[in-house]
């Protein structure tokens, strides 16, 4: 069984950066292709970013293409998301995810094992 646990939330301000992290145990974290995703109240869970095995492939949602990377360490089985120039509306409980299928995955059915969430929230 594969264990996410996510890290890295606070509060900022408009225009400030975060580094989120998400430290994966109990399974072969380099055969996982990996996702963000995040959710407001009242709002279904919003993908984010995906990157695949070795890092060979990322993909990002548009609202935050540019702004946002995601980056992985297979040697500490973990996965980060920098995000820069953070708005108000990118505030949200953000999600790591795991997913057993190969290929940039931005549907959240498609993930199998899901951490608990870390707030990130934007003053503006």
């Known amino acids: 069984q594969v264990q996410l646990v996510e890290s890295g939330g606070g509060t900022v301000q408009a225009g400030d950066a975060v580094r989120l992290s998400c430290a994966a145990s109990?399974?072969?974290?380099?055969?996982?292709?990996m996702g963000w995703f995040r959710q407001t109240p009242g709002d279904e869970r919003e993908f984010v970013a995906t990157?695949?095995?070795?890092?060979?492939?990322?993909y990002y949602a548009d609202s935050v293409k540019g702004r946002f990377t995601i980056f992985r360490d297979d040697a500490k089985n973990t996965v980060f998301l920098q995000m820069n120039s953070l708005k108000p509306e990118d505030t949200a409980v953000y999600y790591c995810?795991?997913?057993?299928?190969?290929?940039?995955?931005?549907?959240?059915?498609?993930?199998?094992?899901w951490g608990q969430g870390t707030q990130v929230s934007v003053s503006s």
């Open positions: 109990g399974g072969t974290f380099s055969r996982y292709v």
């Open positions: 990157i695949t095995w070795a890092g060979i492939w990322t």
């Open positions: 995810a795991a997913s057993v299928v190969d290929g940039t995955q931005n549907r959240e059915d498609a993930y199998d094992y």
